[in-house]
């Protein structure tokens, strides 16, 4: 049957400290409500996890990078996949537009063009079908 911390044996060691690291456990030692001995253990164990930590570093540092990395391009794919989706829609609207203004010339199309440039930019982007209408009401009426 295993033994649990509390109940195991404890063997005494004889250990010399400077005055100044007795007074920091004495200092911090009744902080968890400890003696020294439980003290100087849990200080022990922290101290040996974190050289095991940093001896382990370069392979925990290996594998966060892999999980990152692999989450990162799962991501950009479905970006990928819903941008296409969206160039396909308006694919078909530029295409349905186109073939109610068959008869705009070069010139005309460059305005269109360089409209909508202005437009996107000024809305960072996005302009609703709405207010394209509504601001195409207002020219057309010649407003």
Known sequence: MPQNSASAKKTKYGFMLRPDINQMIEDHKHLKNDDRSAFVTEAIRRYCAELDGERNLDVLCDRMY???????????????????KIAV????????????????????MRYIRNKAINAARKSHGFISFEKAVEEERRLGSGE
């Not at 990152?68 to 819903?82: G, T, V």
């Open 89 to 108: 829609e308006l694919t078909i609207q530029n295409y349905m537009l186109g073939a109610g203004y068959v008869n705009l010339d070069d010139e005309e």
């Open 66 to 84: 892999k999980i990152i990395s692999a989450e990162a391009d799962s991501q950009a794919n479905r970006m990928a996949a819903l941008l296409f």
